[in-house]
């Protein structure tokens, strides 16, 4: 501020250095032997123009100073906020923390002295609260433990029937039968498995159709919806033992229960290398109930980080992956994971998880989904678009429009319209449409007429070819076609080509070279989970 002050100052002086060089000039001048061919006008004015243009320039550089100065603020402003909320998280888990690790110190010192006291042979005794040690406590037990809760199973009383009968094939088939209804059912399931003798026993007995032997489940619609509902049972389950104390835990996921997920777990794994990872495109059930198996049962140790992070592209897309990858403790393996979604053309996962994690830093989101319209536009130009087929350009035009779509959807979602207008793109999208609607009109205008028969009903009459008086064989379409208008959801199709790879037999990503699988297929990482 005080070289702006100085910088000022000398600016104004310059008035009163011109008036000296005026009078300096003027007296030489009148003792000049020869006449100069130099006017003081043209000096004045000369040194009036750089004046002017000192002055302009000090003034925007000030104009500069203010900006730079009031976008700092912001920036620690926003910078302490953050802080802020930081903080506030940082206190709230060491809060949950201590409460966890409290209860579970508290039952520990309670096992030991009913230990000590049974060794010993005194009566034990259970304490104020009422509450069993691990080894003592009955899944019975458990049900009482979770009645704080307000909850209940009111819309559907038969759940409860099914989970006190253990009944899992019962269960599987009333989930399918009222699928319709699946946000109302999965409300209630958590509570309605606090009914079963062992909650976590029947959601294991569920899972032993998700690999039958003889039914092809790429084609079996069925057998997608069974795959569906053992996820979500699994997920009911996590949400039962969410809101259970570590001791009503510890006495549902028994070492026996673990043993036997670990069991199913090391029986799915190989069957992992045989999907098809271009055709899953980051929405694969397999892989998301291998996950989903870990994660509900506590197994996660018992297998490797790099190998479940390999698992991660394979469900990119499903609404439950970032979550899962924070239960298994894979957040640190998420730069990879997004580094390989980059690598292979699918930009929009990437950035969708780069947001779920906090690494947009890392990974800008505009120049990613840039890069993905860029080359989803180069992938969409055919090489001769004048031998171009009319199907080929069709699926051109196909792929360019999905993309298109898949870029607004993720711009719209994660609010960067600022940084990434969608104007432009939607002028292109409607273009896109409008081409579209206009080849549907002019191939329906080409479809030949049906005959129609005589007015007597003898049939059909011999071709006539000498009538001059019409010679437009069809009929000329109205305007019966409504212009087509974009206002329905964005879907995205899923990919055409199939390029199989080995998942967990190897030590790095495999992805099909080709990136043009994944320009068709928007992210639908907010999906309803449907059957």
């Not at 599987?172 to 958590?190: T, Y």
């Not at 080929?392 to 990434?420: D, F, G, P, W």
Request: glycine share 4%; charged share 30%; proline share 5%.
């Amino acid at each position: 501020m005080e070289d702006s002050q100085s910088v000022a100052t000398l600016i104004g002086s310059t008035a009163s250095k011109i008036q000296q060089l005026q009078k300096a000039f003027a007296e030489l001048e009148s003792q000049r032997a020869l006449t100069l061919n130099l006017r003081w006008k043209e000096l004045e004015e000369h040194f009036s123009g750089l004046e002017k243009s000192l002055k302009r320039r000090f003034h925007e550089l000030e104009d500069q100073e203010k900006e730079f100065e009031t976008k700092t603020r912001k920036a620690r402003e926003m910078l302490q906020k953050r802080e802020a909320a930081v903080v506030a998280k940082e206190q709230s888990s060491l809060v949950r923390l201590q409460e966890k690790r409290d209860a579970a110190v508290f039952s520990i010192t309670n096992a030991l002295e009913k230990h000590r006291k049974l060794s010993s042979g005194q009566p034990a005794d259970n304490g104020d609260n009422g509450e069993l040690s691990v080894e003592e406590k009955q899944p019975e037990d458990i049900k009482s433990s979770f009645e704080n809760g307000n909850l209940e199973v009111k819309s559907y009383p038969q759940l409860v029937k099914l989970c006190e009968e253990m009944d899992s094939e019962g269960l599987q088939k009333f989930i399918s039968d009222n699928r319709k209804n699946l946000a109302a059912l999965k409300e209630e399931i958590p509570w309605a498995l606090k009914a079963a003798a062992s909650p976590a026993r029947l959601v294991l007995e569920s899972l032993e159709g998700f690999y039958p032997s003889e039914v092809d489940g790429k084609k079996d619609a069925n057998l997608l919806g069974l795959r569906r509902t053992c996820i979500m049972l699994m997920e009911c389950l996590s949400v039962l033992l969410s809101n259970l104390d570590m001791v009503s835990v510890l006495a549902l996921i028994s070492e026996d229960i673990k043993e036997q997920a670990k069991l199913i777990a090391e029986e799915w794994k190989p069957k992992l290398d045989a999907l098809d990872m271009d055709a899953s495109n980051g929405n694969s059930l397999e892989a998301h109930a291998f996950l989903q198996l870990i994660d509900t049962f506590g197994i996660a140790s018992g297998f490797n980080e790099e190998e479940l992070s390999r698992l991660i592209p394979m469900v990119s897309r499903r609404r439950q992956a970032a979550d899962l990858c924070r239960s298994l403790g894979l957040s640190e393996k998420m730069p990879g994971v997004i580094e390989v979604l980059v690598k292979n053309g699918r930009q929009i996962d990437a950035v969708n998880l780069a947001f779920a994690f906090e690494l947009t830093e890392q990974f800008s989101p505009v120049p990613l989904l840039k890069s993905y319209l860029k080359e989803a536009r180069k992938a969409s130009s055919p090489v001769k678009p004048g031998n171009a087929s009319p199907t080929a350009q069709t699926e051109v035009s196909e792929r360019e429009l999905t993309a298109l779509k898949a870029v607004i959807k993720c711009i719209e979602e994660h609010n960067l319209e600022e940084q990434y207008p969608v104007d432009p793109l939607q002028k292109r999208v409607l273009l896109l449409e409008k081409a579209k609607a206009d080849k549907k009109r002019a191939t329906e205008v080409a479809k030949p007429q049906p005959k129609r028969p005589r007015a007597n009903g003898a049939g059909y009459g011999p071709r006539v070819t000498n009538v001059s008086a019409d010679k437009t064989f069809y009929p000329r379409v109205t305007d019966r076609y409504m212009q087509y208008v974009y206002d329905r959801p964005y879907v995205y199709p899923g990919p055409a080509d199939n390029h199989s790879h080995s998942l967990l037999a190897s030590a790095t990503y495999n992805f099909s070279p080709s990136h043009g699988n994944y320009f068709g297929n928007g992210y639908q990482y907010q999906t309803p989970y449907l059957h």
